[in-house]
Nanobody, 132 residues
Framework: QVQLVESEGGLVQSGGSLRLSCAVS????????IGWFRQAPGKEREGISC???????????WYADSVKGRFTISRDNAENTMYLQMNDLKPEDTAVYYC??????????????????????WGKGTLVTVSS
């Protein structure tokens, strides 16, 4: 059974940091492109980061302009877990955060924005609230 389970989000002060994790079961993450998405109140879900995967390792990495330089996506294939390190958090980062994965070995898959329908599997989401 495929499962993606995000760690608990929580309340963070503006300027603070938080690391989200996403534990995967039911498939081997090393053969998947991975991504993080978020949905703010009253807005549509948007992609914020993605890493491609190829036969030789990780491929292109992409970040939305709104998080570039503050957020870092990573994975630990041995632990079958992906991460999103979020630094210098701002109130506008308040959202439900989702991890996602796509079975695709393509170095350039995440060379640009990957929409929601570009992912196969999803976590249920975790709420991150940033106070001003």
């Amino acid at each position: 059974q495929v499962q993606l389970v995000e760690s608990e989000g929580g309340l963070v002060q503006s300027g603070g940091s938080l690391r989200l994790s996403c534990a995967v079961s039911g498939f081997a993450l090393e053969r998947y492109a991975i991504g993080w998405f978020r949905q703010a109140p009253g807005k549509e879900r948007e992609g914020i980061s993605c890493i491609s995967r190829s036969n030789s390792g990780d491929g292109e990495t992409w970040y939305a302009d709104s998080v570039k330089g503050r957020f870092t996506i990573s994975r630990d294939n041995a632990e079958n877990t992906m991460y999103l390190q979020m630094n210098d958090l701002k109130p506008e980062d308040t959202a439900v955060y989702y991890c996602a994965a796509r079975y695709r070995l393509d170095y350039y898959y995440c060379s640009g924005y990957v929409p929601s329908n570009g992912m196969d599997y999803w976590g249920k989401g975790t709420l991150v609230t940033v106070s001003s």
